[in-house]
């Protein structure tokens, strides 16, 4: 008789987690994902948010979309690789290269479709061009204060000046505005080695316990997989990247 009470009180259990989680219109696995890298120049925030929108189609995510939300650099933006990114499943919002005019910082216009990109179905992840105005450009998209899916992620690379050591990774981060965490992609392009990524691993996380917030993970290409023991550095979780920007400049 106690064994049918239990049965029936955790029956009564589950009803009541089922009714609330549709209650605040939770689907189990079904949540949207909005996310927006941001970073010092060659932190590397393109291919990190190149790969994320990628790895989303790849586990069977529908409508991804991944926004090209650079308006200073008017050609190492991720515009060359558009065509062949929508083959691979993605929807991009990006100015066509041969429609732009410029050279080096030149700037560019906020295109029309990219102010409405948080109002696309789907998952949408944003590669936001660096500059001086850090997260703060992502006011210029139309309902973002209404987002609440919106997690936007610092990239950050030891190799740059600006975050070599802990001291300048938290003076960086603290002058973008909201960011919800930090993301280790410490490289030397084609010379990296795995020590610079160890060593990112390790100014990283300390900065982020100095600022507070949480590290997402450490990201590589996978040529280093067999050098890390494991599937974390610095108890983090290891992304493996395919590299992309390298092929393409203009």
């Known amino acids: 008789m106690i064994m049918f009470y239990l049965l029936c009180f955790h029956y009564a259990l589950c009803i009541m987690h089922c009714y609330l989680r549709r209650g605040v219109g939770i689907k189990e696995g079904q949540e949207r ?7 010092e120049y060659a932190s590397g925030k393109s291919e990190v948010a190149l790969n994320r929108a990628l790895n989303l189609v790849r586990r069977g995510r529908q409508l991804v979309t991944l926004v090209d939300f650079d308006l200073v650099e008017p050609f190492y933006t991720l515009r060359p690789l558009q065509k062949e990114l929508e083959k691979r499943g993605l929807r991009v919002l990006a100015w066509e290269t041969e429609k732009t005019m410029g050279l080096g910082e ?47 992620y610092a990239v950050i690379n030891i190799a740059r ?38 060593e990112g691993a390790q100014i990283v ?46």
Request: proline share 3%; hydrophobic share 45%; charged share 20%.
């Open 106 to 152: 030149a700037g560019t216009l906020l295109k029309p479709e990219i102010r409405w990109a948080l109002q696309r179905a789907g998952d949408v992840v944003i590669d936001v061009g660096y500059g001086v105005a850090g997260a703060g450009k992502l006011a210029l998209l139309a309902n973002v204060k209404e987002c609440l899916e919106l997690r936007v």
């Open 161 to 198: 000046p600006l975050t070599a050591d802990v001291v300048g990774v938290v003076d960086y981060v603290q002058s973008l505005g909201t960011v919800h965490g930090v993301i280790n992609n410490s490289h030397w392009g084609d010379d990296t080695n795995i020590r610079i990524i160890q």
């Open 33 to 39: 994902i909005v996310e927006a890298y941001v970073g």
């Open 205 to 250: 996380t300390k900065a982020a316990e100095v600022l507070g917030l949480p590290v997402i993970g450490t990201t590589l290409e996978q040529r280093f997989a067999e050098q890390i023991k494991g599937n974390k550095l610095m108890g983090k979780p290891l992304f493996f990247l395919e590299r992309q920007m390298n092929r393409y400049l203009w």
